[in-house]
Nanobody
């Protein structure tokens, strides 16, 4: 069993920046890809960004050029640097880790962007 602990959410004005962090409870377990998803009120959960164990990344079109995902593979930690934040980025952000066929989710961290 892997638990994910997220941190870094909060309230920021439009145009500001935040950094989200997510650490797996077991640094020795093999984690395949790690990523960030978000769910705004009344919407489905959607992919924001994902990074593979080899470092390949993919992003939602809405965040390309503004968000950067990075990973410390040795520590099973993933980061999301969010710049030029917009009110539309307001959501609960969830960390997800995949170990083979198993998926693990964090509890979510709220990001609120005021206009």
């Amino acid at each position: 069993q892997v638990q994910l602990e997220e941190s870094g959410g909060g309230l920021v004005q439009a145009g500001g920046s935040l950094r989200l962090s997510c650490a797996a409870s077991r640094s020795t377990v093999r984690i395949d890809d790690m990523g960030w998803y978000r769910q705004a009120s009344g919407n489905h959960r959607e992919l924001v960004a994902r990074v593979s164990s080899g470092g390949s990344t993919n992003y939602a079109d809405s965040v390309k050029g503004r968000f950067t995902i990075s990973r410390d593979t040795a520590k099973n930690t993933v980061f999301l640097d969010m710049n030029s934040l917009e009110p539309e980025d307001t959501a609960v952000y969830y960390c997800r880790a995949r170990n083979g066929a198993y998926l693990y989710w964090g509890q979510g961290t709220q990001v609120t962007v005021s206009s």
